[in-house]
């Protein structure tokens, strides 16, 4: 009998185990803390930091649809079936103000990737892998700045671009994505597209 029992809580023991593996959330922030008391954030439009992290998810799940997350943080969305586990991604580009050391100020952006579903540990690689891949875009963008501290900053209501200068490139991008949603163009070819976008900035 207590064979048995030990038997039993050895295998309950096993299965909480693998049920908090399963049911679980991730989150990774792209910019904040940088260590050494400073922080990090992108100095790019709006424009700029919605590419890089719609890149990044497209690029980090091909073949996936991807939603739009509206709201007062913008962001995407995209999620993993497999059998009955669920895994979902998303990233979310947050606009924030950061104060240099010398008191002055700049408008910029953070990202923040997260996870959660029931597919535990490939979801978390996968998430994973997609925070590396969004902090390597962010970054190649060369407009990293070190600040001292971030404050979350407040958005134009209207999302049409980021002013005159980028309103062309805003649409652009706009119909860029809009091709690779209705499966026109492969997110190869999306990519090689967005980036010669960006760069012609």
Avoid: W
């Avoid at 969305?77 to 050391?101: N, W």
Wanted: net charge neutral; charged share 20%.
């Amino acid at each position: 009998m207590r064979g048995f029992m030990i038997t039993s809580l050895k295998t309950l023991g096993i299965l909480l185990v693998v049920l908090s593996l399963g049911a679980c959330s991730r989150q990774q922030s792209i910019g904040g803390d940088s260590g050494a008391g400073t922080q990090r954030i992108y100095a790019l439009t709006e424009t700029e930091a919605d590419a890089v992290a719609h890149g990044a998810i497209v690029s980090s799940f091909p073949g996936r649809q991807i939603e739009t997350i509206n709201g007062p943080v913008r962001g995407y969305s995209t999620y993993t079936r497999m059998v009955l586990d669920t895994f979902t991604q998303q990233v979310l580009i947050k606009p924030v103000t950061g104060r240099r050391a010398d008191g002055t100020t700049v408008d910029g952006y953070t990202f923040e990737v997260s996870g959660s579903g029931t597919a535990g540990i490939s979801g978390g690689i996968a998430n994973a892998n997609f925070g590396n891949t969004l902090q390597a875009a962010a970054d190649s963008t060369g407009k990293a700045v070190e600040v001292v501290s971030v404050m979350p900053r407040a958005i134009a209501a209207s999302r049409s671009g980021v002013g005159p200068e980028g309103s062309e490139t805003a649409r652009r991008l706009k119909a860029l994505r809009d091709l690779f949603d209705q499966g026109l163009i492969t997110a190869v070819e999306y990519d090689a597209k967005r980036r010669e976008i960006i760069g012609s900035l």
